[in-house]
């Protein structure tokens, strides 16, 4: 799939979370403050660069990330919302890159690049299945992967 003739530069989406408990530091790392975790805004700046792909994308056909380049650049208490926004800023036939931004209703916390893939989804489902199955025959314990298996 040609990724340069079907996304266009310049398309944009934006994405937005309100820090709850579970999106905090404090949640997952004893000790630490109650203030959105790095994975989480990453997380939220996917989301954004997927939506403003998937317009764009065939039937049958969605993006994955493959490289992240961003730097968090301020803390964001519990209870604020946090709005990650992706700007495509160049396409290949294989991948499309973002220039992606996060603001938290006071300043920046998040800006880099992002760099998202297309997949046909038939083709994903049958590699990961097939994958799932390998790994629960050869793990002790495992249980068949999920839709079936032996």
Same mark, same amino acid.
């Given at each position: 799939?040609?990724?340069?003739?079907? #996304?266009?530069?310049?398309?944009? *989406?934006?994405?937005?979370?309100?820090?709850?408990?579970? %999106?905090?530091?404090? /949640?997952?790392? !004893?000790?630490?403050? +109650?203030?959105?975790?790095?994975?989480? %805004?990453?997380? %939220?700046? !996917?989301? =954004?660069?997927?939506?403003?792909?998937?317009?764009? %994308?065939?039937?049958?056909?969605?993006? #994955?990330?493959?490289?992240?380049?961003?730097? /968090?650049? *301020?803390?964001?208490?519990?209870?604020?919302?946090?709005?990650?926004?992706?700007?495509?800023?160049?396409?290949?036939?294989?991948?499309?890159?973002?220039?992606?931004?996060?603001?938290?209703g #006071?300043?920046?916390?998040?800006?880099?690049? /992002?760099?998202?893939?297309?997949?046909?989804?038939?083709?994903?489902?049958?590699?990961?299945?097939?994958?799932a !199955?390998?790994?629960?025959?050869?793990? +002790?314990? =495992?249980?068949? +992967?999920?839709?079936?298996g032996?």
């Amino acid at each position: 799939m040609d990724l340069a003739a079907l #996304v266009p530069a310049g398309a944009t *989406a934006s994405s937005s979370l309100v820090v709850t408990p579970e %999106l905090t530091v404090a /949640h997952w790392a !004893e000790g630490m403050p +109650p203030v959105f975790g790095t994975p989480f %805004l990453v997380y %939220l700046m !996917e989301v =954004a660069a997927a939506d403003a792909m998937k317009p764009f %994308l065939p039937e049958g056909w969605a993006s #994955v990330g493959v490289r992240v380049n961003v730097s /968090h650049l *301020a803390a964001t208490p519990l209870g604020m919302t946090v709005t990650a926004t992706a700007k495509v800023v160049s396409a290949t036939e294989q991948t499309a890159t973002f220039e992606v931004v996060a603001y938290d209703g #006071v300043e920046k916390v998040e800006e880099g690049t /992002h760099v998202r893939g297309a997949i046909d989804l038939a083709r994903f489902e049958r590699r990961w299945r097939a994958k799932a !199955e390998a790994a629960g025959q050869t793990r +002790p314990g =495992a249980t068949s +992967p999920p839709g079936g298996g032996a």
